[in-house]
C-alpha cells in the first residue's frame, strides 16, 4: 500500500496552462504539505495544511493554489502554468503532535515531475 | 529567516569507509532534526531523527546533534556504493510545522 500517492507523476504542458496535481494519503495524518524541488535539488516548503485548514503559505505566486477538501487528501492547482514552474512537486504529510521534541516525521509521496514547455 | 546549510560536496569516499555529512541551522530554537536520504529521481526517504544532545546509532549510521553549536551531523560507517545518494538534513522548529531543508550534500561511495 502506497501511504502518500500523487498522480500524475510526469507532466508535460506548454505555457500559458492550468494543471493540476492530486495527493492523497492513507496514514491517518492530520498534515499534509507541498513542497517543490528545483533543479538544484533544493526542496522548500510551499503550503501546508492541518485537517484541511491552510497552516503555512510560503512566499508562492498566487497563481498556485492547495485545496484540501478533507484531511486526507491536498491537491495543488497551477494556473497559467510559466517556464519556471517546471520542477518535482513532493507531496508529504506528518502526524501534528505536540510540543517537546517528539519530533515530526514527514512522509514523502514519490513526486510530480512537472515540465512546462 | 531560517536556514539549515549544507556543504553540497560531491563528498567522495572508498567503499568501506567512514563518510560524514554535517548540517548548521540558524534557528536557535530548532527541536527537532532529520537526515533524509534521496536517490535520484526519488523521493526523500528518512535515515535518522534526532532532538536530543549526544549521539544516536542506528545501524551503520550515527546522528549527532549539537544545540549549542546548532550543529548536527551524520557518519557513515563501512559505506557502501548503494548509499550514493544526496543527503538532505532537516529541521523543525515546532512539531506540526513544516520542516526546513538544507540543499544537500551529495555522497559518492567508490568501489
Known amino acids: 500500500d502506497t501511504a502518500v500517492s500523487q498522480t500524475p507523476k510526469y507532466l508535460v504542458t506548454q505555457m500559458g496552462n492550468d494543471k493540476s496535481i492530486k495527493c492523497e494519503q492513507n496514514?491517518?495524518?492530520?498534515?499534509m504539505y507541498w513542497y517543490k524541488q528545483d533543479s538544484k535539488k533544493f526542496l522548500k516548503i510551499m503550503f501546508s495544511?492541518?485537517?484541511?485548514?491552510?497552516?503555512i503559505n510560503e512566499t508562492v505566486p498566487n497563481r498556485f493554489s492547495p485545496k484540501s477538501p478533507d484531511k486526507a487528501h491536498l491537491n495543488l492547482h497551477i494556473n497559467s502554468l510559466e517556464l519556471g514552474d517546471s520542477a518535482v512537486y513532493f507531496c508529504?504529510?506528518?502526524?501534528?503532535?505536540?510540543?517537546?521534541?517528539?519530533?515530526?516525521?514527514?512522509?514523502f509521496g514519490e513526486g510530480s515531475w512537472l515540465t512546462v514547455v | 529567516q531560517k536556514e539549515v546549510e549544507q556543504n553540497s560536496g560531491p563528498l567522495s569516499v572508498p567503499e568501506g569507509a567512514i563518510a560524514s555529512l554535517n548540517c548548521t541551522y540558524s534557528?536557535?530554537?530548532?527541536?527537532?532534526f532529520f537526515w533524509y536520504r534521496q536517490y535520484s529521481g526519488k523521493s526523500p526517504e528518512l535515515i535518522m531523527s534526532?532532538?536530543?544532545?549526544g549521539d544516536k546509532e542506528d545501524g551503520r549510521f550515527t546522528a549527532q546533534l549539537n544545540k549549542a553549536s546548532q550543529y548536527v551531523s551524520l557518519l557513515i560507517r563501512d559505506s557502501q556504493p548503494s548509499d550514493s545518494a544526496t543527503y538532505l538534513c532537516?529541521?523543525?522548529?515546532?512539531?506540526?510545522?513544516?520542516?526546513?531543508f538544507g540543499k544537500g550534500t551529495t555522497l559518492s561511495v567508490s568501489s
Open positions: 508529504a504529510s506528518s502526524q501534528l503532535r505536540g510540543t517537546g521534541g517528539s519530533g515530526n516525521t514527514i512522509y
Open positions: 496514514l491517518g495524518h492530520d498534515t
Open positions: 495544511y492541518n485537517n484541511k485548514e491552510l497552516i
Open positions: 534557528d536557535r530554537g530548532s527541536q527537532s
Open positions: 534526532i532532538y536530543s544532545n
Open positions: 532537516a529541521v523543525n522548529h515546532q512539531a506540526g510545522t513544516a520542516l526546513i
